[in-house]
Structure formats: C-alpha cells, structure tokens
C-alpha cells in the first residue's frame, strides 16, 4: 500500500511564495510520475504539474496558468515531490492534491489548503 502526504499549504498573501511537499511511503518502484492537481471551491479538479524521469531524463509539464510561475520538482532518494509555487495569486486558491502514479496504478494524498489573500 503507498501512502502520500502532502504539507506545506497556508495562507499568503498575492505575489508570495509557498512550498508544497508530498512524501509516498510504502511499496515504491517501478516507472513513477509525479503530479500536482488542485480543486478550487465550486470548480472541477484541475492539473497544475507534473513530473516524470525516464533513463535519467526529467520531463516536467505545467499547466498554462502556473508555466513560469510554479516548479516542480522531486528528491527520488526521499520518495518526495515538491511544488515550488511563486508569484501567488488569489485564483491560485484551492487544496492542492499530490499524485503518485506507479506503473498503471495512482495514488493521491489528502491534499493541502493553499490561501492566497491580503
């Protein structure tokens, strides 16, 4: 069983910065893609970030809203993803959700409440 936990989450004020991290423990190997998704109040879940390493190779994907503005990133040795997120701004506000896929199977965390607001 994998297991993610997600912190890092808070209240900021607009043009902030805040750090997310996401920790898997439990059975981990295999291919893996890391990814950062976010749900809004009333609004559908949305995908802000991914990452994938392949033969050494990293391959990050962002959604247009954050490109240049949020970074993801990932400590292999700690089972780890980060999300490096600058500039925020108040439609940044949602819980933010830490996704694990291994092989054919994903895992999400329980999210965290990212609060962007003066």
């Known amino acids: 069983q994998v297991q993610l936990v997600e912190s890092g989450g808070g209240l900021v004020q607009p043009g902030g910065s805040l750090r997310l991290s996401c920790a898997a423990s439990?059975?981990?190997?295999?291919?893996?893609?890391w990814g950062w998704y976010r749900q809004a109040p009333g609004k559908q879940q949305e995908f802000v970030a991914s990452?994938?390493?392949?033969?050494?190779?990293?391959?990050?994907n962002y959604a247009g809203s954050v490109k240049g503005r949020f970074t993801i990133s990932r400590d292999n040795a700690k089972n780890t993803v980060y999300l490096q997120m600058n500039s925020l701004k108040p439609e940044d506000t949602a819980v933010y959700y830490c996704?694990?896929?291994?092989?054919?199977?994903?895992?999400w965390g329980r999210g965290t409440q990212v609060t962007v607001s003066s």
């Open positions: 996704q694990l896929s291994i092989q054919s199977d994903s895992y």
């Open positions: 439990g059975s981990i190997f295999g291919f893996l893609a």
């Open positions: 990452i994938t390493n392949i033969n050494s190779a990293s391959y990050n």
